[in-house]
């Protein structure tokens, strides 16, 4: 069984930084693709980071420069670096994780980005 726990979100102005981190259980982080999905009011949910097994990385446009995912698998943890955040980076975040075709989400954790 897969848990995923995220950490770390909050209020913050624009213009500054947050990192936000997701703990994982169930033995199978290593192999898996993880990231990063938000959601903001009315809108879809959309793919901020991901990063595979191999470690290759891939990023949304609009955070490109600011957002750095990364992976410790000893910890079995991903973190997501979110620095120059914006209003419009204001969404609940949530950890995902993909192992053997079944998707895994996290509980999300809120991001808010003060003008």
């Known amino acids: 069984q897969v848990v995923l726990v995220e950490s770390g979100g909050g209020l913050v102005q624009a213009g500054g930084s947050l990192t936000l981190s997701c703990a994982a259980s169930?033995?199978?982080?290593?192999?898996?693709?993880v990231g990063w999905y938000r959601q903001a009011p009315g809108k879809q949910r959309e793919l901020v980071a991901s990063?595979?097994?191999?470690?290759?990385?891939n990023y949304l446009d609009s955070v490109k420069g600011r957002f750095t995912i990364s992976r410790d698998n000893a910890k079995s943890t991903v973190y997501l670096q979110m620095n120059s955040l914006k209003p419009e980076d204001t969404a609940v975040y949530y950890c995902?994780?993909?192992?053997?075709?079944?998707?895994?989400w996290g509980q999300g954790t809120q991001v808010t980005v003060s003008s």
């Open positions: 990063i595979g097994s191999g470690g290759f990385t």
């Open positions: 169930g033995g199978t982080f290593s192999i898996s693709a």
């Open positions: 995902n994780q993909k192992t053997l075709g079944t998707n895994y």
